[in-house]
């Protein structure tokens, strides 16, 4: 499997995710109804842009999960009172975990216009 580097800082972005959403359910498991599930959809979007990596788009699964849960998790009203716990497990966690989305999804986007020059500018042949 041949990814490109942007797709690997990308799905790096999405495990620093993972890695904050679990860091938050060891500082305090209560929050969460059994297992995180948030791990779950960025561990599924993530493989989908391993599988779909000869498609220039296969990094709009990294996009589109990290932007779901970061932006959808502030208009919620979830992600502010997590920055503010006085669990220090939870504020560190949700900051890993939003720094890793918003990276992802921002490498995504750019590995995704990166692919598309190239496969544009690649003469027909």
Do not use: E, H
């Amino acid at each position: 499997m041949n990814l490109s580097s942007g797709t690997k800082l990308s799905l790096s972005g999405l495990a620093a995710g993972i890695a904050g959403l679990i860091v938050q359910w060891i500082a305090d498991p209560r929050k969460f109804s059994g297992f995180p599930p948030g791990i779950y959809f960025i561990a599924a979007c993530g493989v989908l842009v391993v599988v779909l990596s000869r498609r220039w788009w296969a990094p709009v699964f990294a996009v589109l999960i990290s932007l779901w849960i970061v932006f959808g998790g502030w208009a919620a009203g979830l992600l502010i009172p997590n920055f503010r716990s006085s669990n220090v497990g939870t504020v560190v966690g949700n900051a890993l975990m939003t720094a890793g989305l918003l990276f992802a999804a921002v490498t995504g986007i750019l590995a995704m216009r990166a692919a598309r020059r190239a496969r544009v500018s690649v003469p027909a042949g």
